[in-house]
């Protein structure tokens, strides 16, 4: 039996919704920009798009094309707000809804779909709901087929307020009007190899040898090219309240100036550090590799492995430290440091020294207290007259979902 898969993919979603909170931005074309202050559009309306305004970009290039565009800094919350509100009309509809980003979502309909009329009639239900429960000015595009990847691709044909199944029929027809990164998975770097070996399109590539590509990317990535060029995806729509392994967790950070100052640049780090070690505190893990990515006037990535697992923010920073001594030149823009090789800290021995046992019970009133009072309520004294972040934490609409345990709802 076929699986009946959607994909609903809100349009221009977060300019969208500044233009539903504020009616005076309606028909403007207006730029979502980060909130620390660096000059990135990260998100553009409908009418901005029109004009050839893509996001992300920067405002100097926007204002060129747009002189008279709107800029509005961010608002995560209120994104977050509309996407709960989303997903609760979802899940009327089946209980197979995988949260894919803050603005879109898969639908596994296979066993409901009979239940409301039908796969069509579904959609036309979902978009009256957002219409009456979210907001008129926000819309959603729909991509309907027996899988998600070819769900996905669907969404994105007839944007904005669009509809596209995509069925065995009219697959390969589909994929010759289609390019290679409008395939999910295939960026401009790896589109760039594909040309390297001859592949242009997704028909060739669905011709390319499996050795071939194998030969260029290796087995695992090779067999993840080969399926999408075949149309083949064989993955489960998981509902967004399972529980997932978390394999790392990790902290990005765009810092607001170019800077070479090096003690500032630490301090960022270390804060860093100290969001990743709380956060592996709250999933109740700890972590062997740590790995530091510094962007800057040329990039930098680097990686170190333990054979003790860890989960302090100074135990982080001190190997940081160490993979930022190996980077030349200093001046940086952005920041991002990751902690993988999970374990559950549950499954490790417990501190041999009474030192170790001290500093666990340390983390852990200081973690009740920025529990209580907000992140950051206590900071190391490294971080003395150091500026706060002022972004959102990347995964941060995951830990909401850790931290609200929204399956308690359903």
Known sequence: MNKVILHIDFDSYFASC????????????????????RTCIIAASREAKKCGVKSPSRTWEAVKIVPDMVYVPAQFERYWEI??????????????????????????????????GGKYKIVQK??????????????VSVGISYNK????????????????????????????????????????????????????????LRNTPLKVLIKEFKDVEGHFLKNL?????????????????????????????NTYDQRLILQHIYELCEEV???????DKKGRTVGLYLGGSNNYHGRKTLKNHIDKA????????????????????????????????KNLTLPLFDEKEKREKISKAVDKINE????????????????????????????????QKLSASL
């Open 126 to 139: 979902i978009r009256e709901r957002i219409k009456k429960e979210i907001g008129e000015y926000i819309t």
């Open 229 to 257: 060029g075949t149309a083949t995806d064989e993955s489960e729509v998981i509902p967004y309240y399972f529980e997932t392994e978390t394999k790392s967790v990790g902290r990005s950070y765009c810092i607001p100036k």
């Open 149 to 204: 990847l070819l769900a996905k691709l669907g969404s994105g044909m007839n944007k904005p307020n669009g509809l596209c199944e995509i069925t065995r029929d009219n697959v390969w027809d589909i994929y010759s009007k289609t390019e290679l990164t409008d395939l999910c998975g295939i960026g401009e770097r790896v589109k760039k190899r594909l040309n390297k070996i001859g592949v242009y399109t997704p028909l060739e």
């Open 277 to 283: 070690a709380l956060k592996l505190r709250r999933l």
């Open 314 to 345: 100074e135990e982080i920073f001190a190997l940081c430290k160490i993979l930022y001594g190996g980077w030349n030149p200093k001046m940086v823009r952005q920041i991002s440091i990751w902690v993988g090789n999970l374990e559950d800290s």
């Open 372 to 403: 209580k009072f907000g992140d950051h309520t206590i900071r190391n004294g490294f971080l003395l007259y150091a500026p706060n972040l002022k972004t959102v934490p990347n995964g941060y609409m995951a830990d909401r979902f850790e931290r």
């Open 83 to 116: 996407t709960q509100k989303f997903l609760n009309i979802c899940k009327d509809y089946s209980p197979y809804v995988e949260l894919f980003s803050l603005d879109e979502v898969f639908m596994d309909i296979t066993g409901t779909e009979k239940l409301f």
């Open 18 to 37: 500044e233009q539903q909170f504020n009616p005076k931005l309606r028909g403007k074309p207006i730029g979502v920009t980060a909130t620390n202050g």
